[in-house]
Nanobody, 121 residues
């Protein structure tokens, strides 16, 4: 069994900062790419940021220069530092990880439970 648990959502004013964290636990053999996705009401889920095991990152254009994704392979965690937040960043944020479980021959996509980020005056 593998679980991804998220922490750090909340309400912030425009221009503020917030840090999201996600921890993977359970019967893990290897974690490949990890990332953060978000979904606003009535919209499709979109990729926000991803990071490979060796630290290569990718961001959606709208957050470049404001958000930073990082990971700790020893702790099986991934973080998202969000600065200069805008109302358009309001969404439910989901942690994602591509994981091979012990005793499994296949990669599986795992998702966190989602955490609400609201940016409002």
């Amino acid at each position: 069994q593998v679980q991804l648990v998220e922490f750090g959502g909340g309400l912030v004013q425009p221009g503020g900062s917030l840090r999201l964290s996600c921890a993977a636990s359970g019967n893990i053999f290897r974690i490949n790419t990890m990332g953060w996705y978000r979904q606003a009401p009535g919209k499709e889920r979109e990729m926000v940021a991803t990071i490979t095991r060796d630290g290569s990152t990718n961001y959606v254009d709208s957050v470049k220069g404001r958000f930073t994704i990082s990971r700790d392979n020893a702790k099986n965690t991934v973080d998202l530092q969000m600065n200069s937040l805008k109302p358009e960043d309001t969404a439910v944020y989901y942690c994602n990880a591509l994981i091979v479980r012990q005793w499994s021959a296949y990669w599986h996509d795992y998702w966190g439970q989602g955490t609400q980020v609201t940016v409002s005056s």
